[in-house]
């Protein structure tokens, strides 16, 4: 598979006199894919059944001329007026019960069946229109799930769903009673059609109810998705890809990934690095105009997964975006080394967001690879850098990256229970998995998203599940097969499928003779220290047992448990604890754990290490010497054939 690069495109936005020359500039550049169509549906449709394709048949011809690939969206994300006019009950409702509007986009319930049947009606015209054609090589699906809080609905539409998904997974309200515990608070339903929503209740809702309506309004994402991807496999082979967003845990990727044949997410560093993460004031700051070292690279290997290895970047951050609190400019070098950070994690392609700056609406304030006067945006010269760089390491161009020593385990489910019962304010399941990341990344190790349900770990020396609120069956196997190191905790196998406490206590693991007797979560400026150094944050939990104590508490509470290679961690551990834990467990996992600078970072691809510095300053390490904002790529250690050239250095 040969790498390549892309940019999104919107034909309906400029003149016809100008894609010509658009398409040959892009091919120029050395682009090779254009994404198109995700917004158009007004200019597809613009009134119920007159459908206008001709616009869209030059556009792709004209794009297809000029040697490149298109990638054709899905308009669904973005339903027209009359689509409104014709259900106006498709709006999804708000939790305070108010709907969301017409005049931006994604104003739709998920659950609604009648816009469901114009979103087939209108995939259907596109797929005998556009199924065979030679140019359209790929198709997106819709735009961004979830994006601006969508996932939720409280509508009408919902509530019917929602009351057949239990009675299907429940079978009667007793069963439903009993899973939930209805019996507290007389919450007892004699039928189905009782139940409500889990929102304008007078304190908060049962969270058994709350988990099964996340878990419900995840599967009305993916039935969603469904409905588009049996329209377009009966047109088309062309791969079918969705793009998701950079720290959304509304719905389950993983399930809703397994329709598609590629996954692809928005990359947009600067813009996550200010709305997303709640690191520190200075490293904000010191990352303020290159994103966070470890952000990106989580992603790429969290989609890796939910692609089944077939991954995308769909956006790249070109310039300032428009949307984050504020929005600082890329330092040069930066859109350059983004996509190389996604080629080390063996993205197939990256594709820039968007090619011109549109001077109008919205997004007027988003910077593309062009300026609204179609000069060159600084980001166009690096996207052709890297396609040129592409073209000349032939090798690097065709391979994807090595697989990990190292595994970390992303539930979906556990995002939602946290989210549900977070039990102290701040504890959130994606910053606890994004600081273990970096903790590991840090350390230098190559990194492997899985699922939940995965159930063979041959392969890793090290795998961790912090934060898992339910260990499945499958991965509780896969773990007592497990010869590497297993950590576990804070708050892993803490509650039942139900969303109960299991007695015995947790975190029950098999050969592990430690208890969770109690926990407490902490406000903002409180820590628990621990002895050697490092404290507990956020969440500590007190343990209890006959297994080894690899760390305490200075207050004598042990903070890290083990028995041979399960292991078991009582807290939110700062960096500087984590570092202490993760190096104990590298050395006893017989892997050699780095000590990279702030802000260098790397990734071996099957043939290459590919050296990414995200500090302003030259780093300089062993022997390695990364500019700043550079790239430098190196032999993989014991992978390159003898002879092998070295392509080291090409900032
Ligand atoms: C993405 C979205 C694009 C555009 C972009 C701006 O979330 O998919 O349509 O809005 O953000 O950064």
Redesign the pocket.
């Known amino acids: 598979m040969k790498r390549s690069l892309g940019v999104c495109y919107y034909p309906e936005h400029w003149p016809e006199a100008v894609w010509a020359e658009d398409a040959a500039r892009m091919a120029e550049a050395g682009l090779t894919w254009v994404r198109i169509g995700e917004?158009a549906w007004s200019r597809m449709e613009p009134e119920p059944g007159r459908f206008e394709f001709d616009w869209l048949d030059r556009a792709i011809e004209t794009l297809g001329a000029a040697g490149l690939k298109v990638v054709l969206g899905t308009p669904t994300a973005t339903p027209p007026r009359w689509v409104l006019d014709r259900h106006p009950d498709m709006l999804a409702l708000d939790a305070d019960g108010h709907p969301r509007g017409f005049g931006s986009r994604r104003h739709y319930c998920f659950s609604h069946p009648g816009y469901r049947e114009e979103c087939a009606k209108i995939v259907t015209s596109l797929g005998e229109r556009y199924g065979r054609n030679p140019h359209v090589a790929a198709w997106q699906i819709d735009?961004?799930y979830g994006?601006h809080n969508t996932t939720l609905s409280y509508s009408a539409s919902a509530l019917a769903g929602f009351r057949d998904w239990l009675a299907q997974k429940y079978q009667s309200p007793q069963a439903l009673n009993r899973a939930w515990g209805n019996v507290f608070w007389s919450m007892e339903y004699t039928s189905f059609d009782q139940i409500g929503l889990p929102n304008l209740t007078v304190t908060e809702p049962n969270p058994a109810q709350v988990m099964d309506f996340r878990r419900f309004a995840s599967d009305e994402v993916a039935a969603f998705n469904r409905v588009q991807v049996e329209v377009l496999r009966r047109f088309t082979d062309a791969p079918l890809i969705h793009?998701y967003?950079g720290g959304e845990t509304g719905f389950d990727h993983f399930n809703l990934g397994a329709d598609l044949d590629v996954a692809s997410w928005?990359s947009?560093p600067l813009?996550s690095l200010s709305d997303h993460l709640t690191t520190d004031a200075t490293h904000r700051h010191r990352f303020l105009r290159q994103g966070d070292p470890d952000m990106q690279a989580f992603h790429h290997d969290l989609y890796r997964a939910v692609g089944r290895g077939r991954w995308w970047v769909m956006?790249q951050?070109p310039g300032p975006?428009?949307?984050a609190a504020w929005n600082p400019a890329p330092l040069p070098g930066m859109a350059r080394l983004w996509a190389w950070e996604a080629f080390a994690h063996g993205a197939e392609t990256v594709s820039y967001?968007r090619w011109r700056q549109a001077p109008f609406a919205q997004?007027q304030m988003?910077a593309g690879l062009l300026r609204p006067d179609s000069a060159p945006a600084p980001a166009l010269a690096e996207a052709a850098q890297v396609a040129r760089e592409l073209a000349e390491m032939e090798d690097l161009g065709e391979v994807g990256c090595a697989p990990g020593e190292v595994a970390l385990v992303y539930d979906y489910a556990s995002a939602w229970a946290w989210k549900t019962q977070p039990q102290g304010r701040d504890f959130e399941y994606f910053p606890l998995m994004l600081d273990v990341y970096r903790g590991l990344r840090r350390l230098g190790f190559n990194i492997d998203i899985v699922p939940p349900t995965t159930r063979d770990l041959s392969g890793y020396r090290m795998v961790l599940a912090p934060g898992l609120a339910t260990l499945p069956d499958d991965l509780r196997t896969a773990l007592a097969g497990f010869d590497g190191i297993a950590i576990l905790g804070p708050r892993s196998n803490c509650k039942t499928a139900e969303f109960a406490i299991p007695v015995p206590l947790p975190p029950a693991l098999p050969g592990l003779d430690c208890t969770v007797a109690r926990v407490e979560s902490l406000p903002p400026v409180s820590v628990v220290p621990l002895d050697g150094g490092g404290v507990f944050r956020h969440w500590r939990e007190e343990l209890e047992g006959t297994a080894d104590v690899l760390m305490r508490a200075v207050d004598g509470v042990p903070a890290l448990m083990a028995t041979g290679g399960v292991w078991y961690l009582g807290g939110w551990p700062d960096q500087i604890a984590l570092d202490r834990v993760l190096r104990r467990a590298s050395t006893a996992a017989g892997l050699t754990a780095e000590d990279l600078p702030d802000g260098l970072r790397r990734r071996d691809t099957v043939t290459h290490r590919i050296w990414l510095n995200y500090s302003p300053e030259t780093i300089c390490y062993g022997d390695v010497e990364v500019p700043g904002c550079g790239v430098v790529f190196e032999p993989r250690p014991g992978a390159m054939p003898a002879g092998t050239p070295d392509t080291k250095e090409r900032k």
Do not use: I, L, R
């Open positions: 917004f735009n961004e994006c793009n967003m928005d947009y813009g956006e951050q975006v428009n949307w967001f997004e988003h």
